[in-house]
């Protein structure tokens, strides 16, 4: 316990800064934005996306505007279609997303009344017929006269951006008398936008089409009430609802009771009219209830109304909004389900959800289950994440992830909102720093891992390793394994020694060394050991490699290429000619930590390694770079090699197969294929002592590739086999009786 305190601390650390967050004693902007994306995932998860038909919106759209000109219209045309909508279409109540704050002059009886009274002012005949004319000229009186007695809520807008105000606000449904919500934080406003007055007096109510936009400029709610100078006006879409039922009287729900700090608890969490409930938040503001994308209520065209082109069915019963989804009449907002969205179907959204009572809602107890839920979790956290293995800590911060999310999703379909970032958040912060920890903690076992194995193999198998300690700890203790060993060499590294300056030397060597290691580490071999200009290197450990015999191959070939590009550097440098030879064989051996309690190595033993060496040191006999044994030959099968000889090696009974690899198959010439092809067939025939044709085939070789050795060996041997015949049975060995 007393190993795990610090890590316990950090826990509980961590969780107070959430709790305290959650509790607004600081604020992380980042939480916030998690917590709006994680409500408009929800939102767009499980919206209906069907259809309302009981609410139409006529559009003032760019077909209308093209057909009766830019915005706004003349109030003669919107007279017009208020008639058509409630006397010939039958609408059950109309609301407008637009506001009418200026006087409406295009009809020109400004002019007639100024021409009255200068120019005219003596002509009976026009002062008799202008009373007349006023009447049908007045468009702003006509249209108010088409307000009266009809079912209509105006729109107006509330602005914080000066104390500017136009036109007449409606009547406010509450006032500081008459609403008792004293601890309820009210949006208020400075100044607002609304309609002429006599157009507010002759309608029937008016509502706020103010939406409330979150900082990151997404609109997901609406305030429901607007605090203006002391008196609260309500919303569009609560104004065109109650006055479909009849403008029943407005409710405040005030909760009256005493807070966790003793002050006396009245904050504004509902409102009701009828027999409906809209839940407000503690801006007194409603989650706007989104049915789909655009199009989740039906859309008319404006003037089409106008037209009567529409079938009466579409508008008989229905509520109207009247608004505007054209771009050049900035009626647009980013929305949870779309970056733009029409300003009129957001109301549409709302006055649906209060007619189906489907408004999520979030009490102002859900700040206490939050931190509850904060407090438990991340106490059962702290005090058993430190003591869990990986598994068992992934599993247990999964299931409260599990947990968290199931009550979320269970609130969200009983119409509750309640947080989820913070939870999510700290969760996974928490099982992070007890795996970090943890991973700082047990280092030593790496390092010393890092210590064994970090100058031998590449750093990424040291890494592999690290991960998985358990997949090559019994290659410690010793085992036998399928594996390939190489040995490389220098040749006549003696005359190069006695020919160099002893920092000149060493320059050399270690100019040649690095870039062999590098290659050998990069085809995941490991170096066993440097043993003066020779190196040894294995694979198949301590890590298996299923293809190790191919990856010593292709290191081989890479060592001499690496060479070859190297050597014009070392002759530039007045360094002599370096080349080398490669013995590759595999075979099981013994490998493991192994020597004295003063000097221990990770090493290989066996049979398999005593004849990779024999190889290595036989390629100057036969004047090539590299030489691999039978196994090694026989575990590749897309790379092609020469087979140069049938040996037995000193301090060997049995004879071996010995070939030279020339590349990856797909990699060979059509040239060099030809060539094999004919040293194979000379080789069949010296082994059957067929002289005379084996030796015509190896001219033919040796004039073309002169400075090919391998072909004058086995002329010489031919020559001295006719003198000295080989002993009855023989069966092509050639027997080495050095190393």
């Known amino acids: ?60 759209d760019e077909k209308s505007l093209a057909e009766f000109g830019r915005w706004p219209w003349s109030r003669d045309k919107i007279a017009l279609m208020l008639d058509h909508l409630f006397d010939y279409y039958g609408a059950a109540v109309v609301g407008f997303d637009v506001v009418f704050a200026e006087r409406d002059e295009s009809s020109g009886l400004q002019v007639l009344e100024r021409l009255a009274k200068t120019d005219l002012k003596s002509d009976g005949m026009f002062q008799e017929v202008l009373p007349g004319l006023r009447k049908h000229l007045d468009y702003n009186e006509l249209f108010a006269q088409k307000l009266k007695s009809r079912n209509v809520v105006l729109g107006y807008y509330f602005s914080n951006d000066s104390d500017r105000t136009a036109g007449q606000l409606p009547p406010p449904v509450f006032t500081k008398k008459t609403l008792k919500a004293g601890n309820t934080e009210f949006l208020k406003t400075t100044g607002y936008g609304a309609n002429l007055p006599e157009l507010q007096a002759n309608a029937l109510s008016g509502g706020h089409f103010n939406p409330y936009v979150d900082p990151d400029g997404v609109t997901r709610r609406i305030p429901i009430l607007q605090e203006h100078r002391g008196a609260y006006y309500e919303a569009l879409s609560v104004a065109v609802v109650r006055n479909l039922l009849g403008s029943p009287p407005l409710i405040a729900g005030v909760p009256e009771g005493v807070g966790s700090g003793g002050e006396k608890y009245n904050k504004l969490e509902e409102l009701r009219f009828a027999d409906l409930k809209i839940p407000v938040d503690e801006k007194v503001c409603a989650f706007i209830p989104y049915r789909g994308k655009q199009g989740s209520f039906k859309y008319l065209s404006a003037g089409d109304v106008l037209q009567k082109r529409i079938d009466k069915k579409q508008l008989e019963g229905a509520i109207v909004l009247i608004g505007t989804s054209a771009a050049g009449l900035m009626d647009l907002r980013a929305t949870p389900v779309a970056p733009v969205y029409p300003g009129v179907e957001i109301h549409a959204n709302m006055i649906a959800g209060i007619l189906d009572q489907n408004i999520k809602y979030q009490p102002a107890y859900v700040l206490a289950m939050e931190i509850l839920m904060l407090l438990t979790a991340g106490l059962l956290l702290s005090f058993l994440l430190p003591f869990l293995t990986p598994l068992k800590a992934t599993l247990l911060c999964l299931g409260l992830l599990m947990l968290a999310a199931g009550v979320n999703v269970s609130a969200w379909y009983a119409d509750m909102v309640l947080p989820l970032a913070s939870s999510a958040l700290m969760i996974p912060l928490l099982f992070a720093v007890n795996m970090t920890y943890g991973f700082f903690t047990e280092t030593r076992i790496k390092h010393r891992i890092t210590g064994l194995f970090g100058q031998y193999i590449p750093k990424e198998l040291v890494e592999e390793m690290s991960r998985n300690p358990e997949n090559f700890a019994s290659s410690l203790e010793g085992e036998n394994r399928e594996m390939t060993v190489l040995f490389s060499d220098v040749r006549n590294f003696t005359t190069i020694s006695e020919g160099l300056p002893a920092k000149e030397l060493t320059k050399l060597m270690n100019e040649y060394m690095t870039p062999m290691t590098y290659v050998i580490q990069k085809h995941r071999g ?20 299923e293809a190790h015999a191919r990856n010593a191959i292709l290191a081989a070939l890479d060592m001499q290429e690496t060479l070859n590009s190297l050597r014009p550097q070392f002759i530039e440098r007045g360094w002599p000619e370096v080349r080398i030879g490669v013995g590759i064989n595999s075979g099981v051996m013994h490998v493991g930590d192994m020597g004295s309690e003063f000097r221990r190595a990770y090493t290989v033993l066996g049979d398999a390694v005593n004849l990779g060496s024999r190889l290595e040191g036989i390629t100057k006999e036969y004047g090539v770079g590299i030489i691999v044994g039978e196994r090694t030959r026989n575990a590749v099968s897309d790379v092609l090699f020469r087979e140069l000889d049938r040996v037995q090696v000193k301090g060997k009974d049995l004879p071996v197969a010995i070939y030279e690899p020339i590349g990856l198959d797909a990699d060979i010439s059509p040239a060099v294929r030809d060539e094999l092809s004919r040293f194979n067939e000379a080789l069949s025939l010296y082994r059957t002592m067929s002289w005379d044709e084996a030796e015509r085939l190896l001219l033919e070789l040796q004039k073309t590739f002169p400075d090919k050795y391998l072909y004058n060996l086995y002329l010489d041997r031919i020559r001295y086999f006719r003198s000295e015949p080989p002993e009855a049975g023989w069966d092509g060995v050639f027997k080495f009786t050095t190393k």
């Not at 650390?13 to 604020?27: C, G, K, N, Y």
């Open 1 to 60: 316990m007393k190993k795990k305190l610090p890590l316990i601390i950090i826990n509980l650390l961590f969780v107070i800064i959430f709790i305290s967050h959650t509790a607004e004693f600081f604020d992380f902007e980042f939480i916030h934005r998690l917590e709006a994306f994680s409500y408009d995932m929800r939102l767009n998860l499980t919206m209906p996306g069907t259809q309302d038909d009981r609410i139409v919106i006529i559009d003032i």
């Open 526 to 545: 490991t170096i066993d050991k440097y043993i003066g200009d020779a190196i040894m290197a294995f694979w198949g450990a301590p890590l298996p490699d």
